[in-house]
Every structure is written in C-alpha cells, then in structure tokens.
C-alpha cells in the first residue's frame, strides 16, 4: 500500500499543493491527472524519493520511505518523461542494460520477447536507437514493464508518441500487473481503459 | 538486498558505459591525440636543449595528464543527465556512491589508462629513461585514477548549470594540484637520484583518501543534481 499523508510541494516560489493526502490499494492504479505546470510529475518524483517533500511524507506499506532509502528502491520500478536509453546502443542492449542496472537482469532471449511484446519486430532489435522514431523509443523503454517483477510501478506519461494499438497493449499490461496484486501510478491526459474498480483518480488544482 | 545483485548493478553499469566507449571510439581517440599535441608544443616553443627538455619532461607530462582528464570529465555524468539513465541510477536498490564508483573506474579505463599507457612513449620525446621512465609510469598509474576521482565530484556538481565546461575546470584545477605536485614531483626526485619513493606514497594516500570520500561526495552532488 502506498500513501500519502500530508504532502506538500514548492518548486521556486510557487506552490504546487499543499496537505495532499491519497492511499492506493494493492490491485489498483492511481490515475494522477490536472493541467500542465500542476505539479504532477512532481509528486511522483516524491513518490519515487526522487524529489523530497517540502512537508508531509511518503509511507510504502506503513514506513516511512525516506527510512526505508534503497529497500525501498527495490519495490519500485520508475519511468520518467525521459527514456533512459542510450542512442549508441541497439533496443536489446538497452534493455538488457537498464535490467541489469535495477539489479533484475535479464538474459537476451527475455529482452528480445519482451520487445516482440509491445511490438517492435526483429527487424528493429538490432539498429542504434537513434534511428528509431520517438513512439519506437518510447516502446524501447516501456518494454521493462513485462521484464519488471517490483510490485511498484510508477509511470510518467507513459503513452506518450505511442500509437493506439501499443497504448491498449500497455494498458493490458497494466492490468496484468494489477491483476497480480500490484499496484500502479500513472501520470496521465488520456483516459486508461481499464475495470472502474481498479481505477482511482487524483486531480491537481494547480 | 544480495551481493550477487549488486555485483550485477555495478558490472551492468561499467559494461554499459565501456561499451558506448567503443562505440564513440572517436571521443577516446581525440582525448589521446589531444595529450600526444599539447606535449608536442613544448619542444617546438621552449627550443629542442636536451638538457631543458629533460628537465621539463615531469612538469609537461602531467600537466598534460591532467588537462587530458579534464576534457573527458563533461563525459561523466552528463550524457546519463540528459538522457534519464541517472534518474534510474539513483534508484537503484544498491548504495549510489557503489555505483559512482563503478562509473568512474569505466572513466578511468576510457581516459585514464590510454594517458599511462602512452607516457612512456612520450617521455622517450623529452629525454627520459630508465628509472625516471619508469616512475613516471608508475606515478600516472597511481594519480590518473585519482584525478578521475576529484574530477567526478566537480562533474556531478555542475550538472545541469549553463557554461559547465569552464566551472568545472575552475572547481577541479585547484583540486588537483596536491596530485601534480606530488606526481611530477616523483619523477624529478627520481631524476635526480634521490628516488621517487615518497611522493609516490604521498600520490597513493591520495589515491586512497579519494576512494574513500569522492564516491560519496559525488552521490551527493548527483541527488541534488535530480532534485
């Protein structure tokens, strides 16, 4: 379970928001919506520990997770609005390196089947990333989702440049994971397709 | 969290970055050409006296040397800053000052070793030989992974900042001259037969010291450097 109690943020001498207090079940996905420049990425770079809170904390199952520090880390899976992946290398040595990196490494045969998963062909596995469009690096980077066994997943627009048919092939995922008792964050502007059930909806005022 | 998962940590991250090493060999390749020219000019401008040479052939090198690591340091962290692979980095389930450290072994075996294997071959261009040849080898070995060391707490502290190729070197410069003294300073003792002993003890101390507080204080900057 992962909640928030009290939370608030500034980022310069703006406000972003103050006494924030949400709690996600295991099972459900917390859809963290509002307009741009709301604070949305910053809460979860605060749910991440990336970002510290100006007040109030975070607690993963009851601790608080600045105690927690890199156990924490070991429950959670974070993908910003940035990829992660490196131009130079090809989509399987990316994966496999950012794998190895979280300390879940994988071998080449699970990269590779995890990138056929969100459907990017043979064909690409083996080209520099920096030839492959933004959706195709974005899916390069999304691919850990079925490598991933952390209970935590916390997502910063992951749909971002994909096309419909790898948006309801993450969503999918999503509730794969959900399924087995997980537990998801999204920052997001599109409506997820999931069961109403597992849904839970946060608006930033901003 | 186990061992074997924080060996994998560290080797994926010394693997990775050796490997975009070869693949942007070029880098590499310019920051070797860079050492061979900067002490190249100083035979055409001080004049071709053995004697003068030789005695400037310490002094040269690891001047040379240091602002070698210098050019190489904006490859450090930067890249990783830009493209997200840092925010991952930081949390990893591994203590990130471990993984400082294997990022700056990889940076050492980029830019670092390529200066120590070359020296002799450049000490031969000033004059050097036997003994002083050899100290000189060995005090690039002992200080180069040192500079790499300081050089990455200078690196992490300017992620992010406008103009951070002219602050990093007016933070780091000061930094390394306990490790240029004692380095150049190694191999004149031994040119002038009194050995080079105690300064290369005085450069593995430093070796040491900086093992021990620049992946630390370099986890720091980088948290920040996120904030």
Request: charged residues 15%.
């Amino acid at each position: 379970m992962l909640q928030a109690v009290g939370l608030s943020c500034r980022r310069g001498e703006r406000r972003l928001f103050s006494d924030l207090n949400v709690k996600v079940e295991r099972g459900k996905l917390l859809a963290v919506v509002g307009e741009n420049g709301s604070g949305k990425t910053s809460l979860l770079r605060i749910f991440s520990s990336l970002l510290p809170p100006e007040d109030g904390s975070v607690r993963w199952e009851g601790q608080d997770i600045h105690q927690l520090k890199e156990l924490y880390s070991g429950h959670l899976m974070y993908l910003g609005h940035l990829n992660g992946i490196k131009d130079d290398l090809t989509a399987v040595e990316n994966l496999m390196s950012s794998m190895a990196l979280a300390g879940e490494p994988c071998s080449e045969r699970g990269a590779k089947e995890a990138l056929e998963a969100i459907g990017l062909k043979r064909l690409v596995h083996r080209l520099p990333s920096k030839v492959l469009s933004q959706g195709q690096k974005r899916r390069v980077a999304l691919a850990r989702l079925w490598l991933s066994t952390r209970p935590l997943w916390l997502l910063d627009e992951p749909f971002t440049s994909l096309d419909t048919a790898s948006t309801a092939v993450v969503t999918q995922r999503l509730h794969a994971h959900l399924q087995r008792e997980g537990l998801v964050v999204v920052v997001t502007h599109q409506e997820i397709a999931l069961p109403a059930e597992r849904l839970q909806q946060l608006r930033l005022a901003g | 969290m186990s061992h074997s998962s924080m060996w994998d940590s560290i080797s994926g991250i010394i693997r990775r970055d050796l490997l975009l090493a070869m693949r942007r060999w070029s880098d590499a390749a310019m920051s070797v050409f860079f050492l061979v020219i900067v002490v190249s000019l100083f035979p055409l401008g001080v004049g071709p006296e053995p004697a003068v040479l030789r005695t400037i052939a310490p002094g040269v090198l690891w001047v040379a040397a240091l602002l070698t690591c210098l050019l190489s340091l904006s490859r450090v962290f930067t890249p990783d800053y830009l493209d997200g692979v840092l925010e991952q980095m930081v949390l990893v389930p591994q203590p990130l000052s471990l993984l400082v450290l294997g990022k700056v072994l990889a940076h050492w075996v980029i830019s670092g070793l390529p200066v120590v294997l070359l020296s002799p071959l450049l000490g031969l261009q000033f004059g050097l030989e036997g003994e002083a040849l050899g100290v000189l080898v060995l005090s690039l070995l002992l200080g180069t992974p040192t500079l790499s060391m300081i050089g990455a707490i200078g690196a992490a502290l300017v992620l992010g900042v406008r103009g951070s190729g002219l602050l990093v070197a007016l933070l780091v410069l000061p930094l390394y001259v306990p490790v240029l003294i004692f380095g150049a300073g190694a191999v004149t003792s031994s040119m002038a037969g009194i050995g080079g002993e105690a300064n290369l003890s005085l450069l593995g101390a430093c070796l040491v010291l900086s093992l021990f507080l620049a992946p630390w204080a370099t986890a720091a900057a980088l948290r920040i450097a996120l904030e």
